[in-house]
């Protein structure tokens, strides 16, 4: 891709040190994960060690040229279905001038000679000049926000039960419940989402979650920040979204059953939009306000006959 100024290009061997310098300028503040590398000094030189061998190894990598020097670059690799950016960064300098948005293109380009179905990206939560952009160009927020709040004891309705699970039939039971949220509460990307962009959380406790010794869903806990504030994800069958009793009874046992006891707040997880959506007439009267998550995934749909229709 030209236009008068700009080129893109495929990235070459020797580029990659710099690339790697201009991905700590560039993304530090930006990015949380290079900001926390960049912030301490191991992290920061096992960064600059490694850059080089990920950027030339994790997938397909273009340069936009102006004046002969690179000022933006970013990346691509291919999923069964989909073609997933990342490293995404331009030089300050050239910001606001049409490079990200040709790197973009040039990506997208690129996905559909390949026939990929979707373009998927992440982008942190406080990089709102890149959101904008990406939402500009079509892509869509999948699932962005969660729920964070205080929590009063609440009795609990005869019936519910919460079971714990070893981490391996936990892993299994999450991950089902994760596919079936998705497809009932994200259903516009609901096919390649339960396909290729399914992840079980590491570590905590997963919990088998019954009503009348049925089956309804899977939660896992953690402890997150400190004692006070641990993080639960709940995912459920559908019917039992909105149902208050079920849903906030759940949570009262999980809670109870915490090594630390019920905490004063949580940070509280769904599995879809279309459940984080059903949760808000219920947290929202218990002083629960929706929280927009770390990092967002993005995705945009480029073929019409794509088998995740």
Request: aromatic residues 10%.
């Amino acid at each position: 891709m030209n236009s008068e100024w700009l080129a893109v290009r495929s990235v070459q061997l020797k580029d990659m040190w710099t690339l790697t310098r201009m991905a700590f300028t560039n993304m530090t503040g930006v990015d949380q994960q290079f900001t926390r590398m960049a912030q301490h000094p191991v992290w920061r030189l096992a960064g600059y060690v490694a850059l080089p061998f990920y950027f030339w190894t994790a997938g397909r990598g273009y340069k936009a040229l102006a004046d002969g020097q690179i000022v933006g670059c970013a990346f691509v690799h291919f999923l069964a279905d989909s073609a997933v950016v990342f490293n995404v960064n331009v030089n300050r300098a050239y910001r606001r001038r049409g490079v990200a948005r040709a790197l973009l293109a040039h990506l997208e380009t690129v996905a559909r000679q390949r026939g990929a179905g979707w373009l998927a990206l992440q982008v942190d939560r406080d990089n709102v000049p890149a959101g904008t952009l990406y939402e500009g160009l079509g892509f869509r927020q999948i699932h962005p926000d969660f729920w964070r709040g205080p929590w009063r004891t609440m009795p609990v309705t005869p019936g519910l039960a919460v079971e714990p699970l070893r981490q391996r039939l936990g892993q299994r039971l999450y991950r089902h419940y994760a596919r079936l949220e998705l497809e009932h509460g994200e259903s516009w990307g609901a096919s390649v989402l339960k396909r290729e962009f399914v992840s079980v959380p590491a570590g905590g406790q997963f919990w088998r979650c019954l009503v009348g010794q049925q089956e309804v869903g899977c939660a896992w806990v953690e402890d997150g920040d400190g004692q006070q504030r641990p993080l639960v994800f709940l995912l459920l069958q559908p019917q039992a979204w909105a149902q208050e009793m079920v849903t906030l009874g759940l949570v009262q046992l999980l809670l109870e059953r915490r090594a630390g006891g019920v905490p004063a707040g949580l940070d509280l997880f769904c599995g879809s939009s279309g459940h984080h959506a059903a949760l808000a007439p219920l947290l929202q009267e218990r002083g629960f306000v929706a929280t927009r998550q770390p990092r967002i995934l993005m995705l945009k749909k480029l073929l019409s006959n794509s088998a995740t229709q």
